[in-house]
């Protein structure tokens, strides 16, 4: 969280820097604004008829607002920048809000908002994709599917058929064997007891390495976006050379290209590999028998 919040920082020094810098400012009309926790203006908001649901409101302008949101234990559950921010809290339990405003001056933190929620939303898990994913409380496993495991794909593969780079390629590990070293890479579990929890097993990276690693934590599904996100330093289970791990920048979000009972595909962007170009990182799972 520190980090994100440092970055935040940087965007607004640089933003005010600029407009500092501009030549035809009149600095006589710019208005010295001084801000503490007691003045921000921004309010959190259960419905009453349901409060599962929340609206977090940032309502000053010249602030760029970023709200984070913790269950009780402090694990985090998600963060954002919007000025509006509507979620929804599914299961029954204390949450944390935080509210922080960047300003010319600097970062103002308010005092943490505390949220009860008296009741779960089973009506928020009623996609068919919920279950899929998780198998509900009970939890579900996933390892690599080594008949396919990696593929690749453009930036505009799946959704946007008419874009510049559409195109995939999901080769059989068959005659492709240079994709990735045929080991066991470990297991990743999704389960919905209480929470939206994570736990991924990796196996390191290097050449007959069999050295495992175990991370839990938090996650976040977006299904109308096609998007989840790791919270608490999880990052996606995933098979590869040492190379194509640190070609990745965030393992901790991913687009899910493909998910049934019986298959998921999963992909991060590669941005930062040495030698090759951008493109998807396309991750192919199988429950765990």
């Known amino acids: ?6 970055n935040f920082i940087l965007i607004c020094i640089s933003a005010f820097s600029i407009a500092a810098c501009n030549p035809v400012e009149d600095r006589i009309d710019t208005p010295d604004v001084k801000y503490n926790k007691e003045n921000l203006e921004f309010s959190v908001t259960q419905n ?25 234990n402090g694990d985090e559950l998600g963060h954002s920048n919007k000025k509006v921010l509507e979620i929804n809290f599914p299961f029954a339990g204390d949450y944390n809000v935080y509210y922080t405003a960047y300003t010319r001056g600097g970062a103002v933190e308010a005092d943490p908002i505390v949220l009860n929620v008296t009741s779960n939303d089973d009506s928020y ?6 279950q899929m994913l998780t198998n509900g409380v009970n939890g579900k496993t996933w390892v690599l599917d080594m008949q396919s495991p990696l593929g690749f794909a453009g930036l ?10 559409y195109w995939n390629w999901y080769p059989d590990y068959a005659g492709n064997e240079w994709l990735l070293e045929n080991k066991d890479w470990g297991e990743m579990t999704f389960d919905l007891n209480g929470g939206y929890n994570v736990s991924v097993t990796q196996t390191s990276p290097e050449a007959a390495s069999t050295a495992q690693t175990t991370k839990t934590g938090t996650y976040s599904f977006d299904i109308d976006n096609d998007l989840i ?15 194509q791990f640190n070609g990745v920048s965030n393992w901790a979000k991913m687009r899910v290209l493909e998910i049934s009972e019986t298959s998921m595909r999963l992909a ?7 030698t090759e170009g951008v493109a998807l990182l396309v991750y192919h799972f199988k429950p765990k028998n």
Do not use: C
């Open 48 to 72: 009453s008829a349901k409060n599962n649901e929340v609206t977090m409101t940032s309502s000053q302008n010249d602030v760029i607002p970023f709200w984070s949101y913790t269950n009780s």
């Open 268 to 274: 991060v962007v590669r941005d930062q590999h040495a």
């Open 125 to 130: 898990f009623s996609a068919s994709e919920w």
């Open 1 to 6: 969280m520190k980090t994100k919040i440092y």
């Open 156 to 165: 505009d593969f799946p959704n946007n058929p008419s874009g510049s780079d």
């Open 229 to 243: 996100i790791f919270n608490g330093g999880v990052g996606m289970l995933y098979g590869g050379n040492v190379d």
